[in-house]
């Protein structure tokens, strides 16, 4: 069969189409150019994102020692409720940025790589 395919000229005259010819003279260099620079904005992504990460925690746990001591303030309010409803709005506040930031860093995508199958 490989003896066929050869001797074919409709295959021949195909293979002879499928020449691929570059018309720049610096594809190489361009194409490693490029290679380069995703390689840089992938290292720049992944510093960031790690640094996102630090600095989530680091809100995080700021927002939940503030959470904890909103109720020890009594004495700066004149009412127990104003208190209260400080705590619950910041309660609210922060859930949501924590929910937000959460959902931006688990859809956000890393260039140049591919998420596995």
Same mark, same amino acid.
């Given at each position: 069969?490989?003896?066929?395919? *050869?001797?074919?000229?409709?295959?021949?005259?195909?293979?002879?189409?499928?020449?691929?010819?570059? *018309?720049?003279?610096?594809?190489?260099?361009?194409?490693?150019?490029?290679?380069?620079?995703?390689?840089?904005?992938?290292?720049?992504?992944?510093?960031?994102?790690?640094?996102?990460?630090?600095?989530?925690?680091?809100?995080?746990?700021?927002?939940?020692?503030?959470?904890?001591?909103?109720?020890?303030?009594?004495?700066?309010?004149?009412?127990?409720?104003?208190?209260?409803?400080?705590?619950?709005?910041?309660?609210?506040?922060?859930?949501?940025?924590?929910?937000?930031?959460?959902?931006?860093?688990? *859809? *956000?995508?890393?260039?140049?790589?591919?998420?596995?199958?």
């Amino acid at each position: 069969m490989p003896d066929s395919i *050869s001797n074919d000229k409709k295959f021949s005259e195909i293979m002879k189409k499928s020449i691929f010819c570059i *018309s720049n003279e610096n594809f190489e260099d361009d194409l490693m150019h490029k290679i380069e620079i995703g390689n840089q904005v992938r290292k720049t992504v992944v510093k960031n994102r790690s640094i996102s990460i630090i600095f989530f925690l680091i809100g995080t746990a700021l927002g939940l020692i503030i959470n904890f001591n909103l109720p020890t303030f009594n004495d700066l309010f004149y009412s127990h409720n104003i208190t209260e409803n400080i705590s619950l709005y910041f309660q609210i506040i922060f859930t949501a940025f924590m929910l937000f930031y959460l959902e931006k860093f688990l *859809s *956000s995508k890393i260039p140049g790589v591919r998420p596995k199958a």
